[in-house]
């Protein structure tokens, strides 16, 4: 068994960022999977779970109707744990050139008048939201984005040793 890069990184020292979590070859072609980390985990209150769902429909909504971007997205969903985003994209760009979209996507959510898709037929869970601590946490989080473009620690984990058991069985940290 095989642990993905993700799995290799010290989670105690993660700051929030965009990050390439793996890079996969599918169809002739690569697909790669970033980390969207809104929070510092383990350090700060991981973010409000009907915000991240909010977040989760207003932003999948931003990237499916970009007309630059549209064709080039394969998923956006959140962390089990709370503290970010997946985005799965075609192609293979360093996280800083999908910064510009990330910027644009989180700074439409203050626009919001509600919830797209959050209705009984469209949602699994349509009464757990919350557009206005969704509007707080993207606007902390773009704000984040612009303030740190130059910094090259949000776009590169930290990098740690792998947990190995004798018998060479792995742990997972995530
Ligand atoms: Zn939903």
Same mark, same amino acid.
């Given at each position: 068994? @095989?642990?993905?890069?993700?799995?290799?990184?010290?989670?105690?020292?993660?700051?929030?960022?965009?990050?390439?979590?793996?890079?996969?070859?599918?169809?002739?072609?690569?697909?790669?999977?970033?980390?969207?980390?809104?929070?510092?985990?383990?350090?700060?209150?991981?973010?409000?779970?009907?915000?991240?769902?909010?977040?989760?429909?207003?932003?999948?909504?931003?990237?499916?109707?970009?007309? @630059?971007?549209? @064709?080039?997205?394969?998923?956006?969903?959140?962390?089990?744990?709370?503290?970010?985003?997946?985005?799965?994209?075609?192609?293979?760009?360093?996280?800083?050139?999908?910064?510009?979209?990330?910027?644009?996507?989180?700074?439409?959510? %203050?626009?919001?008048?509600?919830?797209?898709?959050?209705?009984?037929?469209?949602?699994?869970?349509?009464?757990?939201?919350?557009?206005?601590?969704?509007?707080?946490?993207?606007?902390?989080?773009?704000?984040?984005?612009?303030?740190?473009?130059?910094?090259? %620690?949000?776009? %590169?984990?930290?990098?740690? %040793?792998?947990?190995?058991?004798?018998?060479?069985?792995?742990?997972? @940290?995530?």
């Amino acid at each position: 068994m @095989d642990l993905i890069p993700s799995f290799s990184v010290d989670h105690r020292a993660i700051v929030p960022g965009i990050f390439t979590s793996r890079a996969d070859s599918v169809g002739g072609g690569t697909v790669t999977t970033y980390d969207v980390r809104l929070t510092r985990p383990n350090r700060e209150p991981a973010v409000d779970v009907a915000a991240m769902h909010s977040l989760e429909h207003l932003i999948a909504t931003f990237l499916r109707n970009d007309p @630059d971007w549209k @064709d080039e997205i394969i998923y956006w969903g959140p962390m089990g744990c709370l503290t970010g985003f997946y985005l799965i994209l075609k192609g293979s760009r360093p996280p800083q050139e999908i910064c510009g979209l990330l910027l644009s996507a989180f700074r439409s959510v %203050e626009d919001a008048q509600e919830v797209p898709g959050a209705t009984a037929k469209n949602c699994g869970n349509y009464l757990m939201h919350n557009l206005g601590m969704a509007k707080w946490y993207a606007a902390r989080f773009a704000d984040y984005l612009a303030d740190n473009a130059d910094n090259p %620690e949000i776009f %590169e984990y930290p990098k740690t %040793e792998r947990l190995v058991t004798d018998d060479g069985q792995h742990f997972y @940290d995530s």
